[in-house]
């Protein structure tokens, strides 16, 4: 099988975009008919390529991101981008790639398959290469080992973290993401662990920690070095993919090509993008990404941190704007997603006024592990007037969300009930 050395569709249609918007700020392509969206979405598209040299604009507020970021879509948050809720509506049980979030702490960075080259090496492996002589797999070996297809989302373990303050009143330091930093995706790739078998693994192994081939990453004045995370091996070799295929195409740029790591349930940061190496090692590893990050520190915690993080915890979100409207005395139906990293939402009860009644939603999927379910509910609002939705999932794990999340500084796996702001005109 002949694999394309880039995403076919989108990379064609995105140095066409470039390509057009070249000529018509040079004058030479006529601009009648383009809508101020279309615009943005161009422009939003060039700022992350060098075409332009000089002529970077002012409204590409998210440099590092390679696709298209229409607002109707998105959120820019720094260097990420949040996928808005009412968006998801009648999109299917999968995040299309084009809405599906990202979170960089650089740039993305736009590799080319054929140079790819992914490097295995540490004391975990027999004969212990080291870094300078590693086991090495290229694209093509990757895509000729069994492959194994998964659904399961992403989603970023500081996903809510804005309503720890918005909700609680809490201080807590990140990115202020509402609950768009969750995408839902069918992965294809390979096992990890039938790679780390073919490169030799040693009874020793303990840890293994891929690394990225993004930019090496700087955060207060220190250099922190290439995004890198260790996964103990029994976690490895259990349901963790090297994937190829996003949704039925190449992995996007922004996601992770030519290969990501994924790790179902777990917190995002474990599923490395773009991997570049991965070392394999006899004793336990360590890397900022599970000491200073990705911890739970405050006054519920240890003094020194609790452990590194691992699953994400049990959230809703309507499929609705923020301040939707509804006219009283017609019936809508309310959707929404529910889902967990202990298990599969079995059960979700909505309330649409504020908490003082309760209903369980009709269930749209089957239930099932490192996936949502889809859910939906009929209401009839009687009179005007400002209320909150809010939705509450339980797992097959029986964790039900709480009304309050136990703050932690960093903010990270906000798992209590959102209220959601709607008014009834
Ligand atoms: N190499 C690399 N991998 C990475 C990151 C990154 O910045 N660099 N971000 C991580 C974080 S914090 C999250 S939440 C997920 C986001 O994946 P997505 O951008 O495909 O949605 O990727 C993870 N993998
Ligand atoms: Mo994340």
Not at 35 to 53: E, H, I
């Amino acid at each position: 099988m002949s694999v394309p050395a880039a995403p076919p569709g989108r990379h064609d249609e995105t140095d066409y975009d470039r390509r057009r918007l070249r000529q018509w700020l040079a004058g030479e392509a006529r601009a009648d008919g383009v809508t101020r969206r279309r615009l943005l979405t161009l422009l939003a598209a060039t700022a992350a390529g060098t075409a332009l040299g000089g002529t970077r604009t002012a409204r590409a507020a998210v440099p590092g991101i390679v696709k298209p970021l229409p607002p109707e879509w998105f959120i820019e948050r720094g260097t990420n981008a949040e996928t808005r809720w009412d968006a998801l509506r009648g999109t299917g049980h999968h995040t299309p790639n084009e809405l599906f979030f990202v979170r960089n702490h650089t740039a993305t960075p736009v590799l080319d398959a054929d140079d790819w080259r992914l490097r295995l090496w540490g004391s975990g492996l027999r004969g212990t290469p080291g870094e300078d002589r590693p086991v090495e797999f290229g694209y093509d070996d990757l895509r000729a080992l069994p492959a194994v297809t998964r659904t399961a989302f992403v989603e970023c373990a500081g996903n809510g973290r804005s309503f720890y303050t918005t909700q609680q009143g809490d201080t807590v330091t990140g990115t202020a993401w509402t609950l768009g930093a969750i995408g839902v995706a069918r992965w294809r790739g390979v096992r990890l662990g039938d790679v780390l078998r073919r490169a030799g693994l040693s009874r020793n192994a303990v840890d293994v920690q891929p690394r990225g081939l993004d930019a090496e990453y700087v955060s207060g004045g220190e250099n922190l070095g290439r995004v890198r995370r260790p996964l103990p091996l029994v976690k490895a070799l259990d349901d963790v993919l090297l994937a190829y295929e996003m949704n039925g195409e190449p992995l996007p740029y922004d996601h992770g090509y030519p290969v990501r790591v994924l790790v179902p349930s777990w917190v995002g940061i474990a599923s490395i993008k773009w991997v570049g190496d991965i070392e394999v090692s006899a004793q336990p590893l360590y890397s900022p990404w599970n000491t200073t990050f990705y911890r739970l520190f405050g006054s519920a915690y240890p003094e020194d941190g609790s452990a590194p993080l691992t699953r994400q915890v049990t959230k809703s979100a309507f499929e609705l704007a923020g301040g939707a409207t509804f006219t009283a005395g017609s019936t809508h139906v309310l959707h929404g997603r529910s889902w967990s990293g202990a298990g599969a939402v079995a059960r979700v009860d909505v309330s649409t006024d504020d908490g003082a009644h309760w209903r369980p939603a009709r269930l749209h999927d089957r239930p099932r592990a490192d996936t949502w379910t889809r859910w939906s509910l009929n209401w009839r609002p009687d009179a005007p007037g400002a209320t909150h939705l809010l939705a509450r999932a339980t797992d097959t794990a029986d964790r039900t969300q709480p009304d309050i999340a136990v703050p932690n500084a960093l903010g990270y796996l906000f798992d209590a009930v959102v209220r959601h702001p709607v008014s009834v005109v």
